[in-house]
């Protein structure tokens, strides 16, 4: 495809780093020389397109591929594993992302709501979708901005509401929707996620959770697995061990005190989750980290 080339030329000449945050708001360029072992990260909600190579994405038991043929949709913020698939120095990967404005997608939302349904079943709040011509146009020319700075602060916002559209009226509007109307499923799992991720220290109570979410028990259990791809109780173990990595990571403290601050009451226990869900134990996990980011500070937060 002649314009995926375009995107990958743009991105490539204007992304020398391995995450380069643009001038243009909300916009992200990615690249990386070589394959990437799999590193968790919190995904906001956000659009990607792959220009080259192709990215693996596991959220719970849920693994999703994309590549230039398919685009990435995150609704809500999900704690994942991300792992480039192919990359090489003569032919790197390269990426595209752009943050959701959920202002903005609500705004959008209430001028065409009488040509959306309103389908409120439970979805998932990461998936993938064939990228068209039409998506993959306004993505062109947001970039192609990067070249003209002037024109970037009255045209960035027009691009970014045709490809809010455009993903609106796509195969994953469905899913966009219901994060930016307060009464939909996802909205009302998602007020339980923002309540895990502010107090992931506390013990978990599923009844408050629910109450929280306005569901009953059994209707938030579905909903919230359906969205997370994950239980509850699985969600707060990855928020408080990715929050004990960064903290190990930041403040060279002792694994036990760590392990404590995030919630933790066993010292074994917590080293024995860290080992599984990172494959080292705390201290030889953060020291591994400290050395990476001697070599790429940018290497260790890579969502897209």
Known sequence: MEAM??????????????????????????????QTAPTRVLYEPLFCVVAQGRKQVMVG???????????????????????ILDASDTEPYLAFSMRIDRTALASMILELAEHLDDDDAPSAGMAVS?????????????????????DS??????????????????AQGRMLRQIALSDSRLSCV??????????????IRIEGLAAIAGMSVSSFHRHFKAVTSMSPLQFQKQIRLQEARRLL?????????????????SQSQFSREYSRLFGEPPGRDAAR?????????QRLSQPV
């Open 249 to 265: 990571l930041g403040q060279r403290a002792d694994a036990g005190s760590i392990g404590f601050a995030v919630g933790y009451e």
């Open 130 to 150: 064939p990228i068209d011509a039409e998506l993959l146009d306004p993505v062109i020319r947001m970039v192609r901005l990067l070249d003209r700075p002037r």
């Open 190 to 203: 998602n007020r339980a996620i923002d309540w895990i991720k502010h107090n992931f220290s506390e013990a």
């Open 5 to 34: 080339h375009e995107l990958r030329a743009l991105i490539e000449r204007h992304c020398t780093e391995t995450r380069f945050e643009t001038a243009v708001p909300r916009v992200t360029l990615m690249r990386s020389a070589s």
């Open 61 to 83: 038991d849920k693994v999703l591929i994309y590549d230039t043929a398919k685009y990435l949709v995150v609704s809500v913020d999900l704690p994942a594993s991300g792992a």
């Open 153 to 170: 602060g009255i045209l960035s916002p027009l691009i970014e509401r045709e490809i809010l559209y455009r993903l609106l009226t796509g």
């Open 289 to 297: 980290l400290r050395e990476l980011s001697v070599l790429d500070p």
